[in-house]
C-alpha cells in the first residue's frame, strides 16, 4: 500500500513569493491533515478536512495561508506571500474513516527554506 | 494549557545499551499519550500508545508505561541498534478530542556502532 505522498521535498523561495504544496493521501482515507513543524519542534495543525471539508481550520493563517481539497481526495496547501517566518516542514498526514488520531499516516513532509 | 515537556537531545548511545527518554506531561482530564518516530528522510510513525493510567505501550522492543501519578511517559528500550537513531516524539491526545494531539519538541537519539 503506498504511504501519503507529498510534493516537492525541498522548495526554496525568496520572501514575498508564492508557493503551493501538494498532499496525495492513502487510497480511502476520507480525513487529510496539513501541519507545520518548526525546527525542533512537534508539529502544530493547520487544517483538517473530513472528505472536502474543512472541518477546523481554526490554526490556519488565513491572511496569507489556503488550503483546497477538490474531490476530497488530494490537497493542495498555498502561502502567498511567503514571509521568513513560514520556514518550516510542512506535513501532510492522513486517517481512514471513523480513525482516531493514532491511526493518522504522515507523509515525508515539504521542508520550506524562505530567503 | 495542555503540555509535554521531552528531555532535550540529542541522546548518544553505544550499540546495546539501555535506552530511557523522558516525558512528562501537563493535561487535564484523562489523556491518551503516544510515542511517535521519524526516521531519516521518512514521515512521522505511531510508535506505540496507551490510553489510560497503568497501561503500557509496546512496539519494536520499546515500551512506555502511562504513569498518572507522576505525569510520565518514558520510552524505554533495553538494548538499542544503530537502526533505531530517529528523532522521537512524544504527544497526548485530549480526552475530549479523537484527533487534536498536543506534541512535544522531539528527541533525537543517535546509536554509534
Known amino acids: 500500500e503506498a504511504g501519503v505522498v507529498q510534493s516537492p521535498r525541498y522548495k526554496i523561495i525568496e520572501k514575498k513569493q508564492p508557493v503551493a504544496f501538494w498532499c496525495n493521501p492513502i487510497?480511502?482515507?476520507?480525513?487529510l491533515y496539513w501541519y507545520r513543524q518548526n525546527l525542533g519542534q512537534g508539529p502544530e495543525l493547520l487544517i483538517r478536512?473530513?472528505?472536502?471539508?474543512?472541518?477546523?481550520d481554526s490554526q490556519l493563517p488565513k491572511d496569507r495561508f489556503s488550503a483546497e481539497r477538490l474531490k476530497g481526495v488530494d490537497s493542495t496547501l498555498k502561502i502567498q506571500p511567503a514571509e521568513l517566518g513560514d520556514s518550516a516542514v510542512y506535513l501532510c498526514?492522513?486517517?481512514?474513516?471513523?480513525?482516531?488520531?493514532?491511526?493518522?499516516?504522515f507523509g515525508p513532509g515539504t521542508r520550506l527554506t524562505v530567503l | 494549557g495542555d503540555s509535554v515537556t521531552q528531555m532535550e537531545g540529542p541522546v548518544t548511545l553505544s550499540e546495546e545499551a539501555f535506552l530511557t527518554i523522558n516525558c512528562t506531561y501537563t493535561?487535564?482530564?484523562?489523556?491518551?499519550l503516544f510515542w511517535y518516530v521519524q526516521y531519516p528522510g521518512e514521515g512521522l510513525q505511531l510508535l506505540l500508545k496507551?490510553?489510560?493510567a497503568d497501561d503500557k505501550g509496546s512496539n519494536k522492543g520499546f515500551e512506555a508505561t502511562y504513569r498518572k501519578e507522576t505525569t510520565s511517559f518514558h520510552l524505554e528500550k533495553g538494548s538499542v541498534q544503530v537502526s533505531d537513531s530517529a528523532v522521537y516524539f512524544c504527544?497526548?491526545?485530549?480526552?475530549?478530542?479523537?484527533?487534536?494531539?498536543?506534541w512535544g519538541a522531539g528527541t533525537k537519539l543517535i546509536i554509534k556502532p
Open positions: 498526514a492522513s486517517s481512514p474513516p471513523s480513525g482516531s488520531t493514532d491511526t493518522q499516516y
Open positions: 487510497s480511502g482515507h476520507n480525513t
Open positions: 478536512y473530513e472528505n472536502e471539508e474543512a472541518v477546523d
Open positions: 493535561a487535564t482530564g484523562y489523556p491518551s
Open positions: 496507551a490510553t489510560k
Open positions: 504527544a497526548l491526545r485530549k480526552g475530549d478530542s479523537n484527533y487534536q494531539l498536543i
